[in-house]
Nanobody, 128 residues
Framework: QVQLVESGGGLVQAGGSLRLSCAAS????????MGWFRQAPGKEREFVAV????????YYGRSVKGRFTISRDNAKNTVYLQMNSLKPEDTAVYYC?????????????????????WGQGTQVTVSS
């Protein structure tokens, strides 16, 4: 069992930056694929990024590539999402998610169904 708690959300102006954190508890964090998703009002949940268990490979959704960076610290059981050049369309609830080690290698790594554990979400609002 893995519990995930996100933090770091808030209100920021367009062009600004925020850093989200996701603290994990439970066993086996260093062997998990860790992802971020987001959901805007009235829209489906969208894949943002995923990072391999070792932290050396990452994969991003098209809408955030080049602006967002996912990273992890296995010693602290924490995954991060650094968000730069934020746009109003980035406004959403951001969710941290955990999956097995094999998820990162699958073509379906960007699907919600691949992830077994979810945090409660943190709100990010970008004003224009």
């Amino acid at each position: 069992q893995v519990q995930l708690v996100e933090s770091g959300g808030g209100l920021v102006q367009a062009g600004g930056s925020l850093r989200l954190s996701c603290a994990a508890s439970g066993r086996g964090f260093s062997s998990l694929s860790m992802g971020w998703f987001r959901q805007a009002p009235g829209k489906e949940r969208e894949f943002v990024a995923v990072i391999r268990w070792s932290g050396d490979y990452t994969y991003y959704g098209r809408s955030v590539k080049g602006r967002f960076t996912i990273s992890r610290d296995n010693a602290k059981n924490t995954v991060y999402l650094q968000m730069n050049s934020l746009k109003p369309e980035d406004t959403a609830v951001y969710y941290c998610a955990a999956a097995g080690v094999e998820t990162f290698y699958r073509d379906t790594r960007d699907l919600e169904s691949e992830y077994d554990y979810w945090g409660q979400g943190t709100q990010v609002t970008v004003s224009s």
